[in-house]
């Protein structure tokens, strides 16, 4: 199947970070994929919610926020009343990041994470995973040099991709033009191990069956391995 961009059907977009791109954050970068941009803030605060407190557990936790011009047409700014969708992107980034570290590892400090997207176009949440990943680490390591904590707390390198299906054809790493049309729409979160930390799916448009998704873990499975090596490249790792 062709493809807008003239990739492969199991092809990433070009992906860059840049490291540290805000000058007061702990950890912070600007991940691209394709014409997706998001900025991702990873923040180190003194203390925990209070259902951790006096335990010597941290805790990571994030927001996510899209610019008005991200997209083609401005969107109202979020003011107000998170929407649910962004609630539910927030709860995924954040339960992502809590299983790729050891958070109880941390101390009583939380790392907050902030993803801001500047430019949409498709996986703005799987991008944020891949880049909050960077960015936590940098904001731990803070705490590490900064002999805040004794030990660097246990972790998998993870990343996130999405994927879909479209006439039988499985596409990997849509654009917004591609993730309109699919039939079906997949997002996994993996880490270094080839674990799953999570998988959400939905058909779009027809069915799918166990075969199609065989393949698709398959196909996700070795675009997140591409994600980990480059990270892995940009930690020195």
């Known amino acids: 199947m062709e493809r807008i961009d003239g990739r492969k059907f199991d092809e990433l977009r070009k992906t860059t970070v840049k490291r540290n791109y805000l000058k007061y954050a702990e950890g912070s970068v600007l991940i691209c994929q394709g014409n997706t941009k998001v900025i991702v803030a990873a923040s180190v605060q003194d203390s925990v919610p209070r259902f951790l407190a006096d335990t010597g557990s941290g805790w990571i936790t994030a927001e996510y926020n899209m610019l008005p ?15 649910g969708r962004t609630y539910e992107i927030e709860r995924l980034i954040g339960r992502s990041m809590r299983a790729a570290f050891n958070y109880e590892q941390l101390g009583e400090f939380t790392i ?27 904001a731990i ?80 499975e070795k675009g997140i391995l591409e994600l980990v090596k480059l990270q892995k ?3 020195n790792l």
């Open 69 to 83: 011009r991200a997209t083609q047409y401005r969107n109202n700014r979020e003011r107000y009343k998170v929407k």
């Open 112 to 138: 907050k994470i902030d993803c801001d997207v500047i430019q949409a176009d498709g996986g703005t949440r799987c991008a944020s995973i891949t880049g909050s990943f960077i960015a936590v680490f940098d």
């Open 141 to 220: 390591n803070y705490l590490y040099n900064e002999n805040l904590i004794r030990n660097f707390p246990d972790y998998q390198v993870t990343a996130a991709v999405s994927l879909g299906l479209k006439d039988n054809n499985i596409l990997l790493d849509l654009n917004y033009e591609e993730d309109s049309k699919v039939d079906v729409d997949i997002n996994i979160v993996m880490n270094e191990k080839s674990e799953f930390i999570e998988i959400q799916g939905t058909a779009e448009g027809k069915p799918f069956n166990k075969e199609n998704l065989n393949e698709i873990m398959n196909i996700g």
């Open 233 to 235: 490249k940009e930690l």
